[in-house]
């Protein structure tokens, strides 16, 4: 049996856990969400077949105090105390193409989408920074 094969149930294992470490860090897990504890339940019987047990544990949130008193044990192992605030933008691009009509009423979404591609690809980095521009809609996540 080859190494590849022997360790694919490990690797399956530690990308499970993995899904549910950047979720949980990220701030994308919903906790009300039974499909996600049952990917951190298949990761914990996952990495339980190779030996690797945790304690029994709670989907509730956590509160701020305790997360307070865990602060200190995290940093002491190099784990982020708390997710980065992450902000989503809206730009602009502006694309020309050419159609039949004088309205664009022969224009479809594969036209729409081959204009929008060629733009993309014509331009360099600079030149794409300057025709996106700034942001006109900013908000956190």
């Known amino acids: 049996m080859s190494t590849h094969i022997a360790n694919a149930p490990l690797i399956h294992a530690l990308q499970l856990t993995i899904i549910c470490c950047l979720e949980a860090l990220t701030g994308t897990w919903d906790r009300t969400d039974q499909g996600f504890i049952d990917l951190i339940d298949q990761s914990e019987r996952a990495l339980a077949s190779f030996g690797c047990h945790s304690e029994a544990h709670s989907y ?82």
Do not use: M, Q, W
């Not at 701020?64 to 997710?83: E, F, N, Q, V, W």
């Not at 933008?89 to 022969?106: K, M, P, Q, V, Y």
């Open 60 to 141: 509730e949130a956590i509160s701020d105090d305790k997360l307070a008193r865990l602060y200190p044990t995290a940093r002491l192992h190099g784990i982020p105390i708390a997710p980065k605030t992450i902000h989503d933008h809206a730009f602009d691009i502006a694309f020309s193409l050419r159609s039949n009509t004088a309205d664009g009423s022969d224009v479809r979404a594969s036209h729409i989408r081959a204009a929008l591609l060629e733009r993309r690809a014509s331009l360099t980095d600079d030149e794409l920074l300057e025709a996106t521009g700034t942001p006109f809609d900013s908000y956190e996540t």
